[in-house]
C-alpha cells in the first residue's frame, strides 16, 4: 500500500459512535485509513471531490476496530513500518474544556516526548479558537523520520511549515 496512485493516510476518531458509550470515561480511540486516489492525473478539484468521497465512505465504517482491518487485509508484515500507512493526520478540533473537581487541582499535561518519529510523516494540526469562540487559525507540529528525509528534504518540509523551528538531528519534531 502507499505506492503510485494510491495513498493511504491514516487519521485517528474519536470512537464514540455508539450511544451507549456517552456515560463512560475512557479513550475509545480508532484508527481510520484514508485512502486516496490520484490516478489519471486529476484536476486539483477532482482530487479533492475524490478525497471527500472517500474520506466520507470511511468515517460511516469507522467503527471497524483497526487491529480487525489488518487482520482482513493481511498486508505483508513488517516491524519497521506500520502496515497499512506510513502518514498519519491528525486534527485537534475538540474545544477545550476544564471541569471542576471539588478537592481537586487539575492542570494541562504536556505529555510525554520521545522525540522518535511513529510513523515515516505525522501532521498535528490544532484548531485555535479567539476569545469570542470563532475560528482563529490553526496551528500544527511535523514530525518526521530522520532516516527517510535527507537535509534537503527536511528544510523544504520546514519551509512549507511556516513558523517551524530547524529539526535537529535529534529531535525530527518541527513546531
Known amino acids: 500500500m502507499g505506492a503510485?496512485?494510491?495513498?493511504?493516510?491514516?487519521?485517528?476518531?474519536?470512537g464514540r459512535t455508539d450511544d451507549s458509550l456517552n456515560d463512560l470515561v475512557g479513550f475509545f480511540v480508532n484508527t481510520l485509513v484514508l485512502r486516496t486516489d490520484t490516478s489519471g492525473n486529476p484536476t486539483f478539484r477532482t482530487l479533492l471531490d475524490r478525497v471527500r468521497e472517500?474520506?466520507?465512505?470511511?468515517?460511516q465504517?469507522?467503527?471497524?476496530?483497526?487491529?480487525?482491518?489488518v487482520e482482513l487485509v493481511?498486508?505483508?508484515?513488517?516491524?519497521?513500518?506500520?502496515?497499512?500507512?506510513?502518514?498519519?493526520?491528525?486534527?485537534?478540533?475538540?474545544?477545550?474544556?476544564?471541569q471542576p473537581l471539588p478537592g481537586l487541582q487539575v492542570s494541562e499535561?504536556?505529555?510525554?516526548?520521545?522525540?522518535?518519529?511513529?510513523?515515516?510523516?505525522?501532521?498535528a494540526l490544532r484548531e485555535?479558537?479567539?476569545p469570542d469562540g470563532q475560528p482563529a487559525g490553526m496551528e500544527g507540529e511535523l514530525q518526521f523520520a530522520t532516516d527517510?528525509?535527507?537535509?534537503?528534504?527536511?528544510n523544504c518540509s520546514r519551509c512549507a511549515s511556516s513558523g517551524c523551528s530547524r529539526?535537529?538531528?535529534?529531535?525530527?519534531?518541527?513546531?
Open 54 to 59: 472517500t474520506d466520507l465512505a470511511a468515517y
Open 4 to 14: 503510485g496512485e494510491d495513498i493511504p493516510v491514516g487519521a485517528p476518531v474519536a
Open 167 to 175: 529539526p535537529s538531528p535529534r529531535s525530527p519534531t518541527c513546531r
Open 148 to 154: 527517510l528525509f535527507d537535509r534537503r528534504r527536511r
Open 109 to 123: 499535561f504536556a505529555g510525554l516526548r520521545t522525540e522518535t518519529a511513529k510513523f515515516d510523516l505525522s501532521f
Open 74 to 98: 493481511n498486508p505483508a508484515r513488517s516491524t519497521t513500518r506500520h502496515p497499512l500507512f506510513q502518514v498519519m493526520l491528525v486534527l485537534q478540533n475538540a474545544v477545550d474544556s476544564q
Open 128 to 130: 485555535l479558537l479567539g
Open 61 to 69: 465504517h469507522q467503527d471497524l476496530p483497526f487491529e480487525r482491518l
